[in-house]
């Protein structure tokens, strides 16, 4: 979705209404799609089996059996729903092929949006029962409640994602805006101009990037005020905006900050809490597009008149905003592109979110048990990452070694998943 | 016996497309016998892919260490958390998702053959196979064919244990 917008942008055209409307319905059975995986599949067998079961339990297998076969049963069914929703809109489910600059190559026909129009309701009502499933098994243990607000899980930065015209949360279009530790605005900017914006780090140990704030300037890995990290995850998404844009969004992110102490939130673990909250925007805003009379309009491209240079397209992927930059020449070949993914905007947060898990789990001359590979392995996975698309590099493994070092510096013990 | 053959991957990565191009291959041949399926797909959504059957092919690109190009390895789902595909941050493997099935009470297939074509390049935007394994394409879809028809056939495929290298 962010290369189609950064095409439009290299081909300098705006697109019809009704293209943006689709790519938009597309996008929320997208994000849907990803955001239940991530809570059903990895996050929630960590509060619903236990953070330190062992690894063969603490799985979905684990959910299912501890949750009952109906809420497996409706993962698998709505999942399949987002599925046919993407392909039925853009051609694939995975690897859609109808976004073209200047909008997509065919409008929806009356029966699919009848077809969608159908899914719309359950898509809601399962997106409410994940923030019900939060609330019960979650929040209502004292031991897992006082994990998401403990400090093992805390980091405390700037803020980035994309918002609306009334500073509400948007995936598919907005302006970038950032705030500082403390909520105030210390940044906004259309996705265009993001070079003056954001710069990135490099360090000799890794050939992922830390991007950081500009205006501020490379601080190093430092949490707290003043630092030039940010983080942008769904967490980061709602500590930035002033809501959600459809009711029931709203009226679970109002609960998610009143129980948490208002805004901005640094305790890590409530992110997956935001996910389930933008879980339910997605959904509720894909009934709002699919009701919506303009998505029929035939008219869903603009061929491109200009000849094709430069363009930027800017988005908020599932795990944080994704930018899309591509030169080209005058054929619309490109011949340099620049990414900063979702992932990579969290790099410097999941580095320090990890060594402070580690510091606090691990402790003077404790005992180090093999469970405290997933209470560190939990740091990260809050950020949903994907070191594949960041990094390229796809190992086929969780490369995760957990080295314990004495206070010389010498390796006392190894710990491998 | 209702058996599905499942080709995995992405047609504009190279290597990576070969369960795709195999399965497109099987199409004509296994009319009638079997369905012929292609999905960019995996882990959870590969469960409503395959609930419904007896049987299932599965066939995708694999890399391991060592191993030549257009080696086609013949594996069981207990084998196969090796591959890149299957084991992700963001989703369940194979082996997990076959369980969640069976646990969620869906007809599973009780047999699931998964054929792994070893790589040569599965990161170069390019549609289309190296010479390497666009090479064993045709022996691939005469053994699945042949098997799944019954009729006398070759095989290329060899089991893990045949690997020349063991350590990964």
């Known amino acids: 979705m962010a ?3 950064a095409v439009d942008a290299v081909y300098k055209v705006k697109i019809p209404p009704a293209a943006a409307k689709l790519r938009e319905l597309y996008y929320m059975a997208h994000f849907m799609h990803s955001h239940t995986a991530h809570f059903y599949a990895l996050a929630a067998p960590d509060f619903v089996v236990g953070p330190d079961a062992p690894p063969a339990e603490r799985n979905i297998l684990g959910l299912v059996g501890k949750v009952g076969l109906d809420l497996g049963k409706q993962v698998i069914r709505q999942r399949e729903i987002m599925q046919v929703v993407q392909q039925m809109i853009g051609g694939r489910a995975t690897h859609p092929v109808w976004c073209l600059p200047g909008g997509v190559t065919r409008p929806l026909t009356r029966e699919d949006r009848e077809t969608i129009k159908g899914f719309a309701p359950g898509l809601v009502g399962f997106a409410e029962l994940g923030l019900k499933l939060f609330d019960d098994l979650v929040l209502k243990n004292k031991a897992y409640l006082d994990l998401i607000l403990g400090d093992g899980y805390e980091l405390v930065t700037n803020y980035m994602g994309l918002v609306d015209e ?21 940044d906004r900017y259309d996705g265009a101009d993001y070079l003056d914006h954001v710069a990135e780090h490099v360090e000799p140990y890794s050939y992922l990037k830390f991007p950081f704030l500009k205006k501020i300037g490379w601080q190093g890995l430092k949490e707290g005020k003043g630092t030039s990290i940010y983080q942008a995850a769904p967490l980061a998404r709602l500590n930035v905006a002033s809501g959600m844009a459809t009711p029931k969004a709203q009226a679970a992110y109002d609960k998610m900050y009143s129980t948490l102490g208002g805004k901005p939130v640094h305790k890590l673990m409530a992110t997956h809490w935001a996910r389930l909250v933008e879980l339910l925007y997605a959904a509720e805003r894909l009934a709002e597009l699919v009701e919506d009379d303009e998505i029929l309009d035939p008219n869903v491209r603009v061929i491109p008149s200009t000849t094709p240079s430069e363009g930027v397209g800017v988005i908020e992927a599932p795990r944080g905003t994704l930018t899309h930059h591509y030169w080209t020449d ?31 789990f691990i ?9 405290l590979l997933n209470m560190v392995e939990m740091a990260f996975r809050i950020y949903d990452p994907c070191f594949s698309c960041a990094t390229h590099s796809l190992p086929g493994q969780m490369p995760l070694t957990v080295e314990i070092r004495d206070a010389s510096g010498e390796t006392i013990r190894t710990v491998s998943r | 016996m209702k058996t599905i053959v499942l080709g995995l991957g992405n047609t504009i990565l190279s290597d990576d497309g070969v369960g795709i191009y195999a399965a497109r291959a099987l199409a004509d041949l296994l009319r009638g016998a079997a369905d012929v ?28 260490d060592g191993e030549a190009p257009g080696t086609v390895f013949r594996m069981r789902p207990d084998d196969i958390r090796i591959t890149p595909r299957l084991a992700s941050f963001h989703d369940i493997d194979l082996v997990t998702a076959l369980e969640l099935g069976r646990r969620l009470e869906f007809p599973m297939p009780h047999e699931v053959v998964i054929f792994g074509v070893q790589v040569e390049d599965a990161l170069t935007l390019k549609e289309g196979c190296t010479a390497a394994v666009e090479g064993v394409i045709g022996a691939l879809v ?12 070759a095989e290329i495929s060899v089991g893990l244990s045949g690997r020349r290298n063991r350590r990964a």
């Open chain 1, 166 to 186: 009334k500073n509400r949360v948007t995936f598919y279009d907005g302006t970038v805006r950032v705030v500082d530790p403390e909520g105030k605005e210390i």
């Open chain 1, 330 to 360: 005058e054929r619309g070949i490109v011949t340099k592109a620049n990414l900063i993914v979702g992932t990579t905007n969290n790099n410097a947060p999941i580095s320090m979110a990890v060594k402070k898990a580690a510091a606090k």
């Open chain 2, 142 to 153: 005469e053994e699945i064919a042949g098997e799944i028809m019954e009729r006398p056939h």
């Open chain 1, 3 to 5: 290369s189609g917008k």
């Open chain 1, 363 to 371: 402790g003077k001359g404790g005992e180090v048990k093999q469970g």
């Open chain 2, 37 to 64: 399926r292609e999905a960019e797909l995996a882990g959870l959504d590969l469960i409503e892919m395959l609930k419904g059957y007896d049987r299932a092919y599965i066939i995708d690109a694999i890399q391991l």
